[in-house]
Nanobody, 125 residues
């Protein structure tokens, strides 16, 4: 059974930091690329950051480049995906989702196979 457990969201002020984490299990996610997406109210879900199966390559949306860092820690049956978010802005307010994509050596903005339930990040000005 595929299970994604996301944590770390919350309410912070502009300029603060947060770290999101996602524990993915139930498949061989060690061979999957992983990514973070977000969706603000009234907007479409957008790609935030991605990492290849071995953590060797990362890719960021222009809006978060230099402020967010993605990385993964692979255990035997679970992949832990993290997103360190610094210098948060009100426009970063959204529900954040982790996702997994087969074909783990490439990072794309779409075509993800598995999704978490989301964790809310709210940044006040």
């Amino acid at each position: 059974q595929v299970r994604f457990v996301e944590s770390g969201g919350g309410l912070v002020q502009a300029g603060d930091s947060l770290r999101l984490s996602c524990a993915a299990s139930g498949r061989t996610f060690g061979s999957f690329a992983m990514g973070w997406f977000r969706q603000a109210p009234g907007k479409e879900r957008e790609f935030v950051a991605g990492v290849t199966w071995n953590g060797g390559n990362t890719y960021y949306a222009d809006s978060v480049k230099g402020r967010f860092t993605i990385w993964r820690d692979d255990a035997e049956n679970t992949v832990y995906l993290h997103l360190q978010m610094n210098s948060l802005k009100p426009e970063d307010t959204a529900a954040y989702y982790c996702a997994a994509k087969s074909g783990g050596d490439t990072i794309t903005r779409s075509g993800y196979d598995y999704w978490g339930q989301g964790t809310q990040v709210t940044v006040s000005s």
